[in-house]
């Protein structure tokens, strides 16, 4: 069974940094390519950013170009999101997930919360 769990949320000011991790487990992770998504409060689920299968290529949303970066290991089935220039905007739950999962997506992990206020 396909278990994602994300970490590394909390609480942080303006302008500060985070790294988010996402450990995927029961699933083809190094052969799928994955996406960082988030969802505020009374807002629809949005694309953060995406990753190839290898690490190759990446995507990112204009709103957090050029401060957020995607990686991923193989090796560890992990996947991490390092979010530098932190805006209130950015407040959301921080959820990872294989590229075009749909809400309907049935193995969406709890997500980790972002705070960012001061």
């Known amino acids: 069974q396909v278990q994602l769990v994300e970490s590394g949320g909390g609480l942080v000011q303006p302008g500060g940094s985070l790294r988010l991790s996402c450990a995927a487990s029961g699933s083809t992770f190094s052969s799928d390519a994955m996406s960082w998504y988030r969802q505020a409060p009374g807002k629809e689920r949005e694309l953060v950013a995406a990753?190839?299968?290898?690490?190759?290529?990446?995507y990112y949303a204009d709103s957090v170009k050029g401060r957020f970066t995607i990686t991923r290991d193989n090796a560890k089935n992990t996947m991490y999101l390092q979010m530098n220039s932190l805006k209130p905007e950015d407040t959301a739950v921080y959820y990872c997930?294989?590229?075009?999962?749909?809400?309907?997506?049935?193995?969406w992990g709890q997500g980790t919360q972002v705070t960012v206020s001061s």
């Open positions: 997930a294989p590229q075009g999962a749909t809400p309907e997506y049935e193995y």
């Open positions: 990753i190839g299968s290898a690490g190759g290529s990446t």
